[in-house]
């Protein structure tokens, strides 16, 4: 009988060791080691296509960097201009993209979504969750099938292919083996592939059960030779577990070109597609979906969305003027603070840094004299986003403070600004695209920092022309500033 093959490989990073480990070296966890079967055929390569020929290894030369001829990628524009943004304008052909996110938050809804509505295109979406069925009655719901082009069940030879013998059209397979679906996908010929879900999948190459570090890194690498050899675009789509990380193996962000995260707070209906890694464009973009009955639709216009209808102006509640991506967003940022009913003042903030909290409000006892440290303080970003740009400071201290005296902040009035340590209020980049929009949705007054002018001794392209706009701009140098003008 052979030798069984078997390798220590850590769950959380994909390290791999000969001998059990305690502690992986290589991410400092403990306890993550399992033992998985590998079986290595005769030190080969297999191939995509599964011919049990080994892909010969050429030897590159060196060449000159300007010697490389490069074309522009072709990108495939997908109906769901969302998506579109966030990969950087398509899906580039040969590109293997990974969506990652928490269980039922919507990945296969979008993806399938996207697959029914690919005009002109033959997709092919594996599925190794759901049946055929199940999947079908999802895409009813979705949208109402096409009469042509519809979605074409694979496995049932009973129905005739829809879409004029299936010239386009979305093609579902339940399958797990990626020795079959490149089988299919042989016979199919499709123009993009969508994997639900990487963690489903096994190759016959390797031994271990699917889901594991070692099969994902195989199933991957495999769809990743498919995906540069054949130049079609693969779509995988990743379970995430509970600390966020794109469950078991790390090592996937570094094979795929591009990583996608759908992200949101279930109880919430808005969704949020972000580019964590994109070789193709730029990493900060942001698509915002709501999730419906009928599937989910893109948000165009997400200021309107994320600030709250109110009659009167209440105390807590500011608006403040980010930045995510390229693309100007007013959200609504909330503080409570109250009197502690306990020694240990509780600290809470929702879609917020609890850090930068605490350091907006050791400024605010520091410079402002506001005695915070026995008050409970809660903040929340409505619309469970989550935001890192440092401008909405401004406006989360200007929520604090107006929560602490119990005085409300006027309304269209919005801020953007960075609080620096010593209660300055520092330049944010962009201003001139936040003032824009805050008067587009109607603001009359906005506060930036002082620095942002055009007096200031800054740099060229920080510097802004006031005249353009209609909008009251209050430039402010210091917190305190702040305090007076919007309190007295
Ligand atoms: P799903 O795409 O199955 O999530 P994932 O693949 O990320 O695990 O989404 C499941 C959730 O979406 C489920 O809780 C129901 C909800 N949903 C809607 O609200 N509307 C819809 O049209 C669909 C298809 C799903
Ligand atoms: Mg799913």
Same mark, same amino acid.
């Given at each position: ?17 000969a ?12 306890? !993550?080691?399992? +033992?998985?079967?590998i ?5 080969s &390569?297999?191939?995509? *296509? ?7 290894? /050429?030897?590159?030369?060196a ?15 997908t ?27 919507? $990945? ?14 033959? =997709? ?11 999947? *079908? ?8 099938l096409?009469?042509?082009g519809?979605?074409?069940l ?19 397979? !339940? ?7 490149f ?22 190459? &390797? +031994?271990? !059960? ?6 994902v ?24 577990? *509970? ?5 078991? @193996?790390k ?7 591009? =990583?996608?995260?759908? +992200? ?11 580019? =964590? ?24 216009? @997400?200021s ?12 807590? &509640? ?8 390229? /693309?100007?967003?007013l ?20 879609? #917020?840094?609890? /850090? ?6 050791a ?14 303080? #809660?903040?929340? &970003?409505?619309?469970?986003i989550?935001? +890192? ?55 009359? %007054?906005? #506060? ?8 200031? %001794?800054?740099? $060229? ?6 005249? /353009?706009?209609?909008?009251e ?16």
């Amino acid at each position: 009988m052979a030798k069984v093959k078997t390798s220590y490989f850590c769950q959380s990073c994909g390290y791999e060791s000969a001998k059990w480990l305690g502690k992986c070296p290589s991410c400092q966890q403990w306890n !993550t080691f399992v +033992e998985e079967i590998i079986e290595k055929p005769n030190a080969s &390569i297999p191939d995509w *296509k599964n011919t049990g020929s080994t892909t010969q290894q /050429r030897a590159n030369k060196a060449i000159a960097v300007h010697d490389i001829t490069v074309h522009e990628e072709q990108r495939y524009v997908t109906p769901d201009a969302e998506f579109n943004r966030v990969l950087g304008g398509g899906i580039v052909a040969g590109s293997l993209i990974l969506i990652g996110g928490e269980p039922g938050i919507g $990945k296969s809804t979008l993806m399938l979504q996207l697959a029914l509505n690919m005009p002109k295109l033959k =997709v092919l979406y594996v599925s190794g969750e759901e049946s055929e069925k199940q999947i *079908k009655m999802r895409a009813e719901r979705l949208s109402p099938l096409p009469p042509k082009g519809g979605v074409n069940l694979q496995n049932e030879t009973s129905t005739p292919p829809l879409g004029g013998g299936g010239a386009s059209g979305c093609f579902i397979l !339940t399958e797990t083996s990626t020795q079959n679906i490149f089988k299919q996908i042989e016979q199919l010929e499709p123009e993009l592939v969508v994997i639900d879900s990487i963690q489903t999948l096994y190759s016959s190459h &390797i +031994e271990s !059960t699917p889901g594991s570090v070692s099969q994902v890194r195989e199933c991957t690498a495999e769809l990743l030779r498919f995906a540069k050899e054949s130049g079609t675009p693969v779509i995988l789509i990743g379970h995430i577990t *509970k600390d966020g990380m794109i469950a078991g @193996p790390k090592i996937l962000e570094h094979m795929v070109d591009t =990583v996608l995260q759908f +992200e949101g707070d279930r109880h919430h209906v808005y969704r949020i597609l972000r580019a =964590v890694k994109n070789r193709f464009g730029s990493a900060s973009e942001l698509g915002i979906y709501e999730m419906l009955g009928v599937g989910l639709r893109e948000v165009s216009n @997400p200021s309107e969305i994320l600030l709250s209808q109110r009659d009167e102006p209440l105390s807590g &509640i500011t608006i403040s003027a980010t930045l995510e991506g390229m /693309r100007p967003m007013l959200i609504e940022t909330q503080a409570l603070v109250s009197t502690s009913p306990y020694g240990t003042p509780q600290r809470s903030a929702t879609g #917020f840094d609890t /850090r930068r909290m605490n350091m907006l409000l050791a400024v605010l006892e520091k410079r402002c004299g506001f005695r915070l440290g026995a008050k409970d303080v #809660f903040l929340n &970003i409505t619309g469970g986003i989550r935001v +890192e740009d440092p401008a909405i400071d401004l406006g989360l201290a200007a929520a604090i403070i107006s929560s602490h005296e119990d005085m409300p902040i006027p309304f269209k009035t919005c801020f953007a600004g960075e609080l620096g340590l010593s209660g300055e209020i520092r330049a944010v980049n962009r201003v001139e695209q936040r003032i824009a929009e805050a008067q587009k949705l109607g603001f009359e %007054k906005i #506060f930036i920092s002082k620095y942002n002018l055009p007096n200031a %001794k800054q740099d $060229k392209h920080q510097r802004i022309d006031l005249s /353009r706009y209609t909008i009251e701009i209050i430039p402010v140098a210091s917190i305190e500033e702040v305090f007076s003008l919007l309190f007295g």
